[in-house]
C-alpha cells in the first residue's frame, strides 16, 4: 500500500513539474507550476507543436528562477512608460514635465520604443548605456533616463504585471559643479549685462532662486510694502511655499522695475514680453567681465554659500533656497578656497587668543625657535 502511494505521489511530482497542455475549443492552452501554484496560460494557437514550445520555455523560465505572472509576457516599455506618466500626473510632480512629458523618457523611448518588458534585461540596459555615451551624453545625463526606468519596473511589479525588476547600472556622476560669484565679480557682470537683466542677476545672486522661478515670477507674488517674495504652492520645483525677504539693493530694483511696468503681469519684462531665454546675452556679459564659463545656477550656490557665511540657520537657509533635504543641501554648500583661508586665519587667531596674544607674534615666534632648535 505504501509503495503504491509513493508511487502516486511520484507521478504527481513528474506531472506538476512537467506541466500540461489541454484544449479549450480550438486553441492549445498550457499549465505550469510557480512556487507551488498553478499558472495557466494561452498558447493562442491551434498547433500543439507551438503550445509544447510555449511550454519548454515557461519550465526553463521557473527552473531559472525567472518565472513571470500569467500575462507578464505581453507587457511592454510603452504600457510601463504610461503607468509611470499617470504616477507622476497623478502625483502632480510638474518639476519633471515638460508640456505634460517627462523630457528624460525621449531618449528611452528612441532605444526600447518596441520592447517587451521581459526583453529589457540588464544587458539591454547597458547597451542603451553605450549608446548614450557614443552620443557625448555625461553620466549624470544618463542617469536620469535610468532611474526613470527603474521607477516604471517598480511600477510594474506594485501592479503586479511583472514579478521581478532587472539590476539597472547607475553611472558614477561627476562631482557637483564648484562655480561662484564673488562680490567684486557680481558687480562687474552687472555692469556689463544689459539693463532689463540686470535685476534677474540681482534677484539670482541675493536669494539663490532658480532661473525658471525667477522668469516666472509675476507682480502678485511681490510685496514691495513688505519687501518679500512669495512663492505660491505648485510654483517651486519642490511643490512648496517659500517665502524670501529682500535686501534693500534688490528691493530698490525692483522699486524701479514697477515703475516703469506698472501694469505688467510678470516682474522681468523686455520691451512689455516676459523676459524668455537669455543665453547669448550672458554668454558675452560673462565673457567681457572675465567670468567665461559662469552659469546662472551658479548664482544659486552662491546665494547658498552667503546665507551660510552670513551665519544664517541651516533650517533657514535651506526654507529660503527650497532644499527639502540636507543631502542636497550639502552638494549646493560648497567650501570655497576662500573659505578655506578664512578657516586658517580664524584657527590662527583661536590659537593666539589661547596663549594670551591678540596678535599671533607669540605663536609664531614659538613656532620659528621650534624649527631652529630642530
Same mark, same amino acid.
Given at each position: 500500500?505504501?509503495?503504491?502511494?509513493?508511487?502516486?505521489?511520484?507521478?504527481?511530482?513528474?506531472?506538476?513539474?512537467?506541466?500540461?497542455?489541454?484544449?479549450?475549443?480550438?486553441?492549445?492552452?498550457?499549465?505550469?507550476?510557480?512556487?507551488?501554484?498553478?499558472?495557466?496560460? !494561452?498558447?493562442? !494557437?491551434?498547433?500543439?507543436?507551438?503550445?509544447?514550445?510555449?511550454?519548454?520555455?515557461?519550465?526553463?523560465?521557473?527552473?531559472?528562477?525567472?518565472?513571470?505572472?500569467?500575462?507578464?509576457?505581453?507587457?511592454?516599455?510603452?504600457?510601463?512608460?504610461?503607468?509611470?506618466?499617470?504616477?507622476?500626473?497623478?502625483?502632480?510632480?510638474?518639476?519633471?514635465?515638460?508640456?505634460?512629458?517627462?523630457?528624460?523618457? !525621449?531618449?528611452?523611448?528612441?532605444?526600447?520604443?518596441?520592447?517587451?518588458?521581459?526583453?529589457?534585461?540588464?544587458?539591454?540596459?547597458?547597451?542603451?548605456?553605450?549608446?548614450?555615451?557614443?552620443?557625448?551624453?555625461?553620466?549624470?545625463?544618463?542617469?536620469?533616463?535610468?532611474?526613470?526606468?527603474?521607477?516604471?519596473?517598480?511600477?510594474?511589479?506594485?501592479?503586479?504585471?511583472?514579478?521581478?525588476? &532587472?539590476?539597472? &547600472?547607475?553611472?558614477?556622476?561627476?562631482?557637483?559643479?564648484?562655480?561662484?560669484?564673488?562680490?567684486?565679480?557680481?558687480?562687474?557682470?552687472?555692469?556689463?549685462?544689459?539693463?532689463?537683466?540686470?535685476?534677474?542677476?540681482?534677484?539670482?545672486?541675493?536669494?539663490?532662486?532658480?532661473?525658471?522661478?525667477?522668469?516666472?515670477?509675476?507682480?502678485?507674488?511681490?510685496?514691495?510694502?513688505?519687501?518679500?517674495?512669495?512663492?505660491?504652492?505648485?510654483?517651486?520645483?519642490?511643490?512648496? &511655499?517659500?517665502?524670501? !525677504?529682500?535686501?534693500?539693493?534688490?528691493?530698490?530694483?525692483?522699486?524701479?522695475?514697477?515703475?516703469?511696468?506698472?501694469?505688467?503681469?510678470?516682474?522681468?519684462?523686455?520691451?512689455?514680453?516676459?523676459?524668455?531665454?537669455?543665453?547669448?546675452?550672458?554668454?558675452?556679459?560673462?565673457?567681457?567681465?572675465?567670468?567665461?564659463?559662469?552659469?546662472?545656477?551658479?548664482?544659486?550656490?552662491?546665494?547658498?554659500?552667503?546665507?551660510?557665511?552670513?551665519?544664517?540657520?541651516?533650517?533657514?537657509?535651506?526654507?529660503?533656497?527650497?532644499?527639502?533635504?540636507?543631502?542636497?543641501?550639502?552638494?549646493?554648500?560648497?567650501?570655497?578656497?576662500?573659505?578655506?583661508?578664512?578657516?586658517?586665519?580664524?584657527?590662527?587667531?583661536?590659537?593666539?587668543?589661547?596663549?594670551?596674544?591678540?596678535?599671533?607674534?607669540?605663536?609664531?615666534?614659538?613656532?620659528?625657535?621650534?624649527?631652529?632648535?630642530?
Amino acid at each position: 500500500m505504501r509503495q503504491v502511494e509513493s508511487t502516486i505521489e511520484e507521478k504527481l511530482r513528474r506531472v506538476r513539474g512537467d506541466g500540461r497542455i489541454w484544449r479549450r475549443g480550438r486553441i492549445c492552452w498550457i499549465q505550469y507550476y510557480v512556487n507551488g501554484r498553478p499558472v495557466r496560460e !494561452s498558447s493562442h !494557437s491551434d498547433r500543439k507543436a507551438v503550445a509544447e514550445r510555449l511550454l519548454r520555455q515557461r519550465l526553463g523560465e521557473v527552473a531559472a528562477g525567472i518565472a513571470l505572472l500569467p500575462r507578464a509576457a505581453r507587457v511592454t516599455y510603452e504600457q510601463m512608460r504610461d503607468a509611470l506618466l499617470a504616477d507622476y500626473a497623478a502625483n502632480q510632480r510638474r518639476w519633471l514635465t515638460r508640456a505634460g512629458k517627462l523630457y528624460e523618457v !525621449s531618449a528611452l523611448d528612441q532605444f526600447f520604443g518596441g520592447y517587451r518588458a521581459v526583453n529589457i534585461s540588464t544587458d539591454a540596459i547597458r547597451a542603451f548605456i553605450y549608446k548614450r555615451q557614443t552620443e557625448g551624453a555625461t553620466n549624470g545625463t544618463i542617469n536620469r533616463p535610468l532611474a526613470l526606468l527603474r521607477r516604471m519596473f517598480n511600477l510594474a511589479v506594485q501592479d503586479r504585471k511583472l514579478r521581478d525588476v &532587472p539590476h539597472v &547600472p547607475m553611472l558614477k556622476e561627476a562631482p557637483p559643479r564648484k562655480g561662484f560669484l564673488e562680490h567684486a565679480d557680481y558687480q562687474k557682470l552687472r555692469q556689463e549685462l544689459p539693463e532689463h537683466l540686470r535685476p534677474i542677476l540681482a534677484v539670482g545672486y541675493f536669494t539663490g532662486m532658480r532661473l525658471g522661478e525667477i522668469r516666472d515670477l509675476r507682480w502678485s507674488n511681490v510685496s514691495l510694502d513688505d519687501a518679500e517674495i512669495r512663492l505660491d504652492p505648485g510654483t517651486t520645483k519642490n511643490d512648496e &511655499p517659500r517665502t524670501i !525677504s529682500l535686501v534693500t539693493e534688490l528691493l530698490e530694483m525692483l522699486k524701479i522695475a514697477r515703475e516703469k511696468g506698472p501694469d505688467a503681469e510678470f516682474v522681468f519684462t523686455c520691451d512689455g514680453q516676459r523676459v524668455g531665454s537669455f543665453y547669448k546675452a550672458w554668454k558675452s556679459a560673462c565673457k567681457r567681465a572675465g567670468l567665461a564659463g559662469l552659469l546662472f545656477h551658479d548664482l544659486r550656490r552662491t546665494g547658498l554659500r552667503n546665507l551660510v557665511r552670513a551665519q544664517v540657520p541651516e533650517r533657514v537657509a535651506m526654507k529660503i533656497s527650497g532644499h527639502k533635504t540636507r543631502a542636497v543641501f550639502e552638494r549646493y554648500n560648497i567650501v570655497s578656497g576662500r573659505d578655506l583661508k578664512d578657516a586658517a586665519s580664524k584657527l590662527e587667531a583661536y590659537l593666539a587668543g589661547q596663549n594670551g596674544d591678540k596678535t599671533g607674534t607669540i605663536a609664531t615666534a614659538s613656532l620659528r625657535g621650534s624649527v631652529l632648535t630642530h
